[in-house]
């Protein structure tokens, strides 16, 4: 079932480019199939309770009581979040009962490394040579790659570095703690932070570059690496990295990180969104109906449509009410620890941190990569949990 998971994971991924909504669709029932053979062959061995499921469970609640009560603003906008959070349930579900074998959960761990590693070669080469997607298909819009924002098949820059960060953590983990493929992690990070460098994608740029100074430091402050081994490591990493980013080119992204007014825009869009929060604070305005009711809200007009809030935390606050805001910041908060724990799962906290200041959970395919890791932690968590209460009968 992994491989099929896998398979599912990287249609979407692929896909995501189309302005159709059958490749969501495909992926969604290909999940929620998953889940219930998941849960069916865990029937009598079923995984013990792990907290993400409370907040996913209650974002949709959250919803599905909105739509009872009539206390959203566009009943298919709800409709259609309710589906998307069923989504990262069904993710979260099918990946905790799969990765409960450390084989499993290994092997996914590399697909996606190598998969990202594909992708990451790809939309850089193609950001450089052609308008096209994958160099077959035309974009939803005309325009120059690097001024829409295309990096493969993601037409967001911005999802494109999130997309990216949270594996980046695992090939610096392999890096340092692989003999035998240190010099061929060292490699496949190198490609990917290039790429979201090339991307001209401030934030990832801002992130990424963080997770490569945090994960070394959590593998020698946890005693996973030696020093020296960290140390040789990261300088083989330094020179691979200063290549391939001399490479793509770093002028693009200094521009956009010394602009002078960085938060232009969401910053307004913040504004409106906390006006619509202290509007609605208990129920909110709706899950997925923040663009319906943002026009009574905006402070700016920029001639654009105003799809999304540009900050999921603040989007979910409005459309569920604080509540639901407070009880995804624990989900956030959950994740710390067996993030820190296994070093490899850091990605899915900067994910979560990206989030804050653009909209990767917006997607389903986007927002179900980062909870596919989460799953991973929740089992490896829940193994560990199962050794200690073994050992201490």
């Not at 790809?122 to 974009?139: G, N, S, Y």
């Not at 490591?233 to 020179?239: D, H, K, N, S």
């Not at 602009?259 to 997925?288: F, K, Q």
């Not at 653009?358 to 193994?383: C, D, I, N, T, Y």
Request: hydrophobic share 60%.
């Amino acid at each position: 079932m992994h491989v099929a998971l896998a398979a599912l994971f990287f249609f979407a991924i692929l896909t995501l480019w189309v302005p159709g909504y059958w490749p969501v669709a495909i992926f969604q029932v290909g999940i929620f199939v998953l889940a219930g053979i998941a849960l069916w062959r865990s029937r009598r061995a079923f995984p013990r309770f792990s907290y993400p499921l409370f907040p996913l469970l209650a974002a949709v609640a959250c919803g599905l009581l909105q739509l009872a009560a009539g206390k959203t603003v566009y009943a298919f906008d709800t409709q259609s979040a309710i589906v998307r959070w069923l989504t990262f349930l069904a993710v979260f579900v099918a990946g905790s009962a799969m990765f409960r074998e450390a084989r499993v959960a290994s092997w996914f761990r590399d697909a996606m490394l190598w998969f990202t590693f594909l992708v990451a070669i790809a939309a850089t080469v193609q950001a450089f040579t052609t308008t096209k997607i994958l160099w077959l298909f035309d974009p939803p819009y005309n325009g120059d790659t690097r001024i829409s924002g295309m990096m493969g098949p993601i037409l967001n820059y911005n999802h494109f570095a999130a997309f990216v960060e949270v594996v980046l953590p695992m090939a610096i983990y392999g890096a340092m703690r692989s003999r035998s493929k240190s010099l061929l992690y060292s490699g496949m990070a190198a490609v990917m932070y290039a790429s979201v460098i090339a991307s001209t994608s401030r934030a990832g740029t801002i992130l990424a570059s963080t997770e490569i100074l945090v994960v070394p430091v959590l593998l020698w402050a946890r005693g996973l690496a030696k020093g020296g081994a960290v140390g040789a490591a990261f300088m083989r990493m330094a020179v691979l990295f200063a290549v391939f980013v001399a490479v793509v080119g770093w002028e693009h992204v200094r521009d956009r990180l010394l602009a002078p007014d960085p938060m232009a825009v969401r910053r307004e869009l913040a504004t409106s969104t906390t006006r619509m929060i202290a509007d609605h604070p208990w129920y909110g305005v709706g899950l997925g109906a923040w663009p319906a009711a943002y026009p009574r809200y905006a402070v700016l007009d920029v001639g654009l449509i105003a799809n999304q809030a540009h900050s999921d935390w603040l989007q979910w606050t409005a459309e569920g009410g604080i509540p639901l805001g407070i009880i995804l910041v624990t989900l956030f908060g959950w994740c710390i620890v067996p993030a820190v724990r296994t070093v490899w799962g850091v990605g899915v906290v900067i994910f979560f941190v990206h989030a804050a200041v653009e909209f990767p959970f917006s997607r389903p395919a986007l927002g179900s990569w980062a909870f596919v890791v989460v799953a991973m932690l929740a089992a490896q968590k829940a193994g560990r949990e199962q050794l200690a209460a073994g050992g201490g009968r």
